[in-house]
């Protein structure tokens, strides 16, 4: 019989280590466990396309939580310590904690973590998960004003209610970012109010250069604040210093408030592409791997564990797939158009 993965700790510790053509690791793993969200972002999933008649996948067409545990521990087996579930918006997956009590189970894995939109994170919730093994969470508020943020969501909801969502999390003892992605014209006015409101707290806020991720969001390039713009509002109020990178593979630059105030991130994929050292491999809810944020064409890994793929034949698939990517779009993104069709949408396969 051939050997199931994942290894022993012992094992994986002592494998060659799995590098993609560029000679680059995996090492954090993102799973978007619904492509479904109550929000209608207009830099993500605007209304006027994402209405009452867009075809979402169905209950029997997502990975089940068994199916996601049994790819997670290849991933492990590859070199992953880091999960992120993100979606659509992962809290309307239902029981989403007994996947991160499983996620937390497996050998190898450090650090699982959470994005959301925080409109359903109750301090219910927020303790359920912090239990189930969750160490942080990224929240996202693109603005402070209830009229930009509203306008942003374009549902309704108010940022109070996300304010109290940190709150909530804060007590459940997550650690916590804000993620806040800026586009000009919409929500740039906000830049420095969200760092005044957060600064002199333990939460790290994170500014998002506008993305052209998928294909239906009306991208425009001149709609993006670079993160030379936004550094460059911020320090006109309190003098900022870089921050040496935690880990190899981090996407925020880091840079800290000289008045000891805490430290904020930029993730810059528009003006300073990081594509030289991405680590990341994306999962889509029915079970498709994508190599790169912008990816064109995934990888059905449901049909192989539903044709009854033994974890041996997961652990090759996984490795031939990752020693196979030479992605590097946001570093060609000026002189090479995507092959193979159309980029995947942000709301899909999470950010």
Known sequence: MA???????????????????????????????????????????????????????????????????RIARQFAALGVTKIRLTGGEPLLRP??????????????????ALTTNASMLSPEKAAALRKAGLRRINISLDALDEDVFQRMNDVGFPASRVLQAI?????????????????????????????????????????????????????????????????????????????????YGDVATRYRYVDGQGEIGVISSISQPFCG??????????????????GTRGHDLRALLRDGGTDETLYETLAGIWRARDDRYSELRATAVPQGGQKVEMFHIGG
């Open 167 to 247: 709150d909530d999390a804060a007590a459940a003892d997550l650690r916590i970012k804000i993620n806040m992605v800026v586009r000009r014209g919409l929500n740039d006015t906000e830049i420095v109010p969200m760092a005044e409101r957060f600064r002199g707290t333990q939460h790290v806020l994170r500014y998002i250069e506008y993305m052209d991720v998928g294909n239906l969001n009306g991208w425009k390039l001149e709609e993006v604040v670079t993160a030379k713009e936004i550094l460059g509002a911020l320090g006109e109020r309190w003098p900022l210093e870089p921050v040496k990178a935690q880990r």
């Open 277 to 294: 050292s991405c680590t990341r491999a994306r999962l889509s809810p029915e079970g498709q791997l994508f190599t790169c944020l912008f």
């Open 95 to 112: 029981r989403l904690e007994d996947l991160v009590a499983r996620l937390a189970a497996i050998p190898g894995i450090e650090d699982i």
């Open 3 to 69: 050997k199931e993965h994942p290894r022993s700790p012992a094992e994986m510790a002592a494998a060659p280590q799995v590098l993609d053509t560029l000679h680059r690791p995996v090492r954090d793993l993102r799973i978007s466990v619904t492509d479904h969200c109550n929000f209608r972002c207009v830099y993500c999933m605007p209304k006027a396309v994402f209405g009452t008649r867009y075809h979402f996948v169905g209950h029997d067409g997502l990975l089940q939580f068994g199916e996601i545990e």
